[in-house]
């Protein structure tokens, strides 16, 4: 299986849920969880690969955004905010899956074929797992930023910003994981 390097065929992962609007100010805090709970949940599984943990995230991420909805001045910008504690949170949940492997703590094996869409091939499947596997080898800022980037096509600036580091930072980040994604599709 041959990957073009910058553009791996994982076009064929899940689409998102609809883009979400963010919500007026004032709203109570269980419907903002009900609209954009799915939202949460559509970054989770692309960035941690697995359904089991996404329920728990999600709800992870809820609570971090109770204790500082106080701090967000610009309701417009709820949206982005809440990607950046879902990038924050599964960045977390990701070192703690690498330390219990570390430590060689009982895992989950993940099935990354569940990942593609129900119109993907068994060959896309195949790619789609084999590069989440390659994934799983890289620390995990440098696995978020390669899937903020190739899986969820933000853009260069977006994924800098989501990542909360420099924009040299995420471009290295980019060319450390596609060195580790190529050498694992080449074997």
């Known amino acids: 299986m041959s990957v073009v390097r910058g553009r791996p065929p994982l076009r064929v992962v899940r689409a998102s849920e609809p883009d979400l ?25 692309r960035l941690l690969g ?18 500082g909805m106080n701090k967000l001045r610009e309701p417009a910008a709820f949206k982005g905010w809440l990607a950046q504690i879902t990038v924050r949170t599964s ?14 703590l009982p ?34 800022k440098t696995r978020v930023i390669w899937i903020l980037r190739h899986v969820l096509e933000e853009p260069l600036h977006a994924v800098a910003e989501l990542a909360e580091c420099s924009l040299s930072t995420v471009q290295r980040r980019l060319i ?12």
Do not use: K, M, N, W
């Not at 609007?21 to 599984?45: C, K, M, N």
């Not at 999600?58 to 204790?67: M, T, W, Y």
């Not at 450390?176 to 074997?187: K, R």
């Open 176 to 187: 450390d994981a596609q060195a580790v994604i190529d050498e694992e599709l080449t074997t």
């Open 91 to 104: 960045t977390r949940r990701l070192r703690q899956r690498r330390l219990r492997r570390a430590f060689f």
């Open 107 to 140: 895992e989950v094996l993940p099935d990354y074929e569940t990942l593609a869409a129900r119109s993907a091939t068994a060959e896309q499947r195949a790619v789609i797992a084999h590069v989440y596997r390659a994934l799983d080898r890289l620390p995990a």
């Open 50 to 67: 697995r359904d089991g943990e996404v329920d728990d995230l999600v709800q992870d991420v809820f609570v971090e955004v109770l204790r």
């Open 21 to 45: 609007q963010p919500s007026a100010a004032g709203t109570e805090f269980d419907a903002l969880y009900r609209r954009f709970s799915p939202y949460v949940a559509s970054i989770a599984i």
